[in-house]
């Protein structure tokens, strides 16, 4: 059960609002943004932009009664649902697409599902930051 305090900061990391627990948002922010800037290239990362954009492009196209905030939103939380096992194991693609998710929803100011702000703890939000500056450590050395 290791996992799931990891699993449920990755998921959560997609979201911003506040709760309970007072998350370090702008600590988490930086170390998503540090990470990307850092262990993912700058082709990976636009290659990122490119399929969101295209997704949410799609979906609109879909049902046109979807804001683009919306259609975005709803995107990167299917992703979240579905990546869960591979971000539970911590597997550099999904560790990548969760920290350039949560850049969006944080600087979109996106709302955390209720579900998600009830299983952030100090701990795991914790483990998420130190994970990712790590790895940022790691790829200086």
């Not at 990891?6 to 609002?17: G, P, Q």
């Not at 949410?56 to 990546?83: C, F, H, P, T």
Request: aromatic share 8%; with cysteine.
């Amino acid at each position: 059960m290791r996992k799931l305090p990891f699993l449920v900061t990755a998921a959560a990391a997609l979201c911003v609002s506040a709760h309970a627990y007072d998350v370090p948002w702008q600590q988490l922010h930086d170390s998503a943004e540090a990470y990307l800037n850092t262990c993912v290239s700058k082709s990976e990362v636009d290659s990122m932009a490119s399929k969101l954009r295209s997704r949410v492009n799609q979906k609109i196209s879909d049902n046109s009664d979807l804001s683009e905030d919306i259609a975005m939103r709803n995107i990167m939380l299917d992703w979240a649902a579905g990546a869960t096992k591979s971000i539970a194991h911590k597997e550099v693609p999904a560790v990548k697409q969760a920290c350039y998710y949560f850049l969006i929803f944080h600087e979109k100011g996106f709302d955390v599902p209720r579900q998600i702000r009830d299983l952030l703890t100090a701990g795991n939000v914790k483990e998420m930051i130190e994970y990712l500056d790590d790895a940022v450590a790691k790829q200086k050395k």
